[in-house]
């Protein structure tokens, strides 16, 4: 397992959130978005392939509280 964030792809945030409990996604007005225990997050879309940066992965647990550990350990 690895102690460090790397960038990842739409698909894989979106796995990710889904195995720690979250649900959707939903659509929104701009954004999808997925939702646990009224926490709500916004499911970033990147353009031409790009993947979600660390420092994107970052933001989105402190708004949701994730552990850092939490995430890693997620396959």
């Known amino acids: 397992m690895s102690t460090k964030l790397i960038p990842i792809s739409r698909r894989e945030l979106i796995k990710k959130l ?34 979600i940066s660390v420092k994107l992965q970052q933001i989105i647990l402190k708004e949701t509280g994730i552990r850092r550990d939490e995430w890693l350990s997620v396959a």
């Open 18 to 51: 889904t195995a720690i409990g979250f649900t959707g996604p939903y659509p929104g007005t701009k954004h999808q978005h997925m939702v646990k225990d009224g926490v709500f997050v916004m499911i970033p879309n990147p353009h031409h392939g790009e993947k």
